[in-house]
């Protein structure tokens, strides 16, 4: 399946509205993508390829994002690493993940990646809330 028809299809189950959310929510926050229509095509069909993976549930998904800040946490050094960057790093960090490619399960692994880096993000904001 092909760019444009995963478009279609995504259009057909709200991926292409959801992308959009996303993409305007990154833009608000001070990232814009280098080329939106590829973006929100990949976004698109990502989302689709997520949504008709069936076989793997919501907590399942929210497992293996947790298991990724396991990871990155044992890789960085936990909070005491991610309270050394600003709210500018992270967002620099998560673009960087935002690499459009076919192959669906490095696109699924890329969004792991940044739903773990997200919440990464808002720990380290509480955190320095706290302080």
Known sequence: ????????????TNGVRW???FITTMEGLGLQAPDEGLTLS????????GRTAGHRSFGNVIN???RERQHQDAKWGGPEHDDQHS???FKSYMYARLNPTEDNAQQRRWFIELAA???AA???MDRKEIK
């Open 117 to 119: 880096l997200a919440i």
């Open 19 to 21: 992308a959009q959310e």
């Open 122 to 124: 808002v720990e380290s």
């Open 1 to 12: 399946m092909n760019n444009t028809e995963k478009l279609i299809l995504a259009e057909d």
């Open 42 to 49: 990949w976004f698109a069909g990502a989302i689709e390829t």
């Open 87 to 89: 709210i500018m790093d």
């Open 64 to 66: 293996e994002v947790h």
